[in-house]
């Protein structure tokens, strides 16, 4: 059965440095999205993508968050400049279509630790 | 706005025995419901959704669960238990007025006992 694979499955890094979370999405599906999940807490949203754009967004997903599909296969979340409360479980999906019935595909995550 | 409630951290219950891991919701229009199912290293998988039709919804693994209108809720349940259901179940809600993206609950650890 087709998965979709994350990129690290672990990442260490300073505070104030630049993150790049990779995803592979399956293969025939068109909406992407990145979430998050702080320790302990909700899974909440941060963005959804579709042919090339954001199509939503969410009040976390701030200036230094950004995404793209840089080719055919990888879709990714770049954080500009980590900060301490940015340490989460960051998790990939994706989806065949969009709308309230589709059930989402999700990674295993990537698990972020900002020091 | 949209919201989940898993109100318990963690359900324990013997295996064999039947199981209910509990979630209300709060919606504006009609909800769309969804159970995930997360197992240790691996990411949310999809158990079985509501959209409309039979209160009773079956899903992956042996898994239902029943939309309660009245009560807001949406338990999953599981007739009788096995050790190897342990994991983190998610609820999720999603009801329209211009966003499709669902909500998802904290999460309930699901412990079975041998």
């Known amino acids: 059965e087709p998965e979709v694979t994350q990129t690290p499955s672990h990442q260490v890094t300073q505070m104030g440095q630049e993150v790049i979370l990779r995803c592979v999405p399956i293969s025939n599906h068109l909406y992407f999205y990145w979430y998050r999940q702080i320790l302990g807490q909700k899974v909440e949203f941060l963005v959804s993508f579709y042919n090339n754009e954001i199509s939503e967004k969410s009040e976390i997903f701030d200036d230094q968050f950004s995404v793209e599909r840089p080719d055919g296969s990888n879709f990714t979340l770049k954080i500009r400049s980590t900060k301490l409360e940015d340490s989460a479980m960051y998790f990939c999906?994706?989806?065949?279509?969009?709308?309230?019935?589709?059930?989402?595909?999700f990674g295993p995550g990537t698990r972020l630790t900002v020091t | 706005a949209q919201s989940v409630a898993q109100p318990e951290d963690q359900v324990n219950v013997a295996e064999g025995n039947p199981l209910t891991v509990k979630c209300t919701y709060s919606?504006?229009?009609?909800?769309?419901l969804f159970w995930y199912v997360q197992y240790p290293n691996r990411g949310l998988q999809f158990l079985l959704k509501y959209i409309t039709g039979d209160n009773l919804v079956k899903g992956s693994y042996g898994f239902e669960a029943e939309f309660n209108k009245s009560q807001t809720s949406f338990h999953l349940k599981k007739p009788s238990a096995l050790v190897s259901d342990s994991a983190l179940y998610f609820c999720a809600v999603s009801s329209g007025g211009g966003s499709y993206i669902p909500t998802f609950g904290r999460g309930t650890s699901l412990i079975v006992h041998p």
């Open positions: 919606v504006s229009g009609n909800p769309y």
């Open positions: 999906a994706s989806s065949v279509l969009a709308g309230l019935s589709y059930e989402q595909y």
